[in-house]
T-cell receptor, first 110, second 113 residues
Framework: KQEVTQIPAALSVPEGENLVLNCSFTDSAIYNLQWFRQDPGKGLTSLLLIQSSQREQTSGRLNASLDKSSGRSTLYIAASQPGDSATYLCAVDRDDKIIFGKGTRLHILP | NAGVTQTPKFQVLKTGQSMTLQCAQDMNHEYMSWYRQDPGMGLRLIHYSVGAGITDQGEVPNGYNVSRSTTEDFPLRLLSAAPSQTSVYFC????????????FGSGTRLTVV
């Protein structure tokens, strides 16, 4: 059974710092991995989608990497801003369903 | 494009009542699914559909019914609401079941009293 783990569960960093969020999964046979952002009381916004054949994807200050063989993905956020404060979720796609981690709650201190 | 539209945004039900949560997408996506999100439990799959006329159970299907008569719509029915079904419900869609990424609706916050 696929399990997705995100560490840490919560993180507070000063504005301007670069930071890394981690995601690990137990079964490497995935179609893709997707990172989402969720603001309090809101829905999920897709940030980056990495296909199983890819190693990384970039969008603005965000960079996500994927290492299928080790079952790991990282989301790198450069030059963090208070507006980056949110919960970040990773999800792996396999067998007609996506499995989510429980998220990392990020707080950027002004 | 509207994307994935969920209605209503908020709902309060009494125990034993029934209701339908609506989900519609205008992207011609084959795959649609329903999740519930609870504190400490994360997002859990309730039901999903890989195309019109095809549905299957996810991780937590009990107490919920679905049908998929059109590509655009995937309603979730609560047959007899229970307090344990108090949650935030999200609908998601994808072009196909594999590898295309998912688009989520804005959610329905349901309280059962």
């Amino acid at each position: 059974k696929q399990e997705v783990t995100q560490i840490p569960a919560a993180l507070s960093v000063p504005e301007g710092e670069n930071l890394v969020l981690n995601c690990s999964f137990t079964d490497s046979a995935i179609y893709n991995l997707q990172w989402f952002r969720q603001d309090p009381g809101k829905g999920l916004t897709s940030l980056l989608l990495i296909q199983s054949s890819q190693r990384e994807q970039t969008s603005g200050r965000l960079n996500a990497s994927l290492d299928k063989s080790s079952g790991r993905s990282t989301l790198y956020i450069a030059a963090s801003q208070p507006g980056d404060s949110a919960t970040y979720l990773c999800a792996v796609d396999r067998d007609d369903k996506i499995i989510f981690g429980k998220g990392t709650r990020l707080h950027i201190l002004p | 494009n509207a994307g994935v539209t969920q209605t209503p945004k908020f709902q309060v039900l009494k125990t034993g009542q029934s209701m339908t949560l609506q989900c519609a997408q205008d992207m011609n996506h084959e795959y649609m699914s329903w999740y519930r999100q609870d504190p400490g439990m994360g997002l859990r799959l309730i039901h999903y559909s890989v195309g019109a006329g095809i549905t299957d159970q996810g991780e937590v299907p009990n107490g919920y019914n679905v049908s998929r008569s059109t590509t655009e719509d995937f309603p979730l029915r609560l047959l007899s609401a229970a307090p344990s079904q108090t949650s935030v419900y999200f609908c998601a869609s994808s072009l196909t079941a594999q590898g295309n990424g998912y688009t989520f609706g804005s959610g329905t916050r349901l309280t059962v009293v």
